[in-house]
Each structure stands twice: as C-alpha cells, then as structure tokens.
C-alpha cells in the first residue's frame, strides 16, 4: 500500500502565495509522474500541473506563470508553489502519483486533499 499526504494548505488572501507539499509512503518500486489536481465546490477535478520523474513539468493554462511544480525524488515528495492566487483558485488540492510495483505494474494513488481559499 502506498499513502500520500498533503499539507500546506489554507487561508490565504488574493495576490498571496501558498505551498503545497506531498509526501508518498509505503511500498513501492520507484514514482514516475507526480501530479496536482484540484476541485472547486460543483465543479470536476481538473488537472493544475505534472511532473515527470526526469522533471518534465506540464501546466494548465490557468496555472501557467503562476505555479511552480518540483519533486525531491529522494523524499519521494512533490510540492507545488502557488504565487498571485486569486479567488477562482479556491479548491480542494489533491496530489495524485503514479507508483510502479516491483513487478513493474503501473497504480495510480490519490491524497486525501487540501483546502485552498483565495480571499480578503
């Protein structure tokens, strides 16, 4: 089994800054991709930003310029620095990764969430 953990989020007023951290534990071969996703109240799960083992990272448009993903493999934790946050990126932040067994078969685990809220 493998548990992801998230932390870092909170209150935070528009134009302020947040960092999320997520941290994978358990057994497992090695993380390949790890990734950041969040959901506002109604709305589906949309993806925020990706990065590959190898530090490939992938942004949504709404996050591009604003958001920065890293990872520290050797932690086995990827974070995501969140600057000028506005109102509409009030969500839930769910850190999601996909771990490879040592059989080499492919999961994809999910964190429990973290609140984010963008307001004055």
């Known amino acids: 089994q493998v548990q992801l953990v998230e932390s870092g989020g909170g209150l935070v007023q528009p134009g302020g800054s947040l960092r999320l951290s997520c941290a994978a534990s358990?057994?497992?071969?090695?993380?390949?991709?790890m990734g950041w996703y969040r959901q506002a109240p109604g709305k589906q799960r949309d993806l925020v930003a990706t990065?590959?083992?190898?530090?490939?990272?992938s942004y949504a448009d709404s996050a591009t310029g604003r958001f920065f993903i890293s990872r520290a493999n050797a932690k086995n934790t990827v974070y995501l620095q969140m600057n000028s946050l506005k109102p509409e990126d009030t969500a839930v932040y769910y850190c999601?990764?996909?771990?490879?067994?040592?059989?080499?078969?492919?999961?994809?685990?999910w964190g429990q969430g973290t609140q984010v809220t963008v307001s004055s």
């Open positions: 999601n990764s996909r771990v490879v067994d040592s059989d080499i078969h492919e999961y994809d685990y």
């Open positions: 358990g057994s497992f071969f090695r993380i390949d991709t």
């Open positions: 990065i590959t083992r190898d530090s490939i990272t």
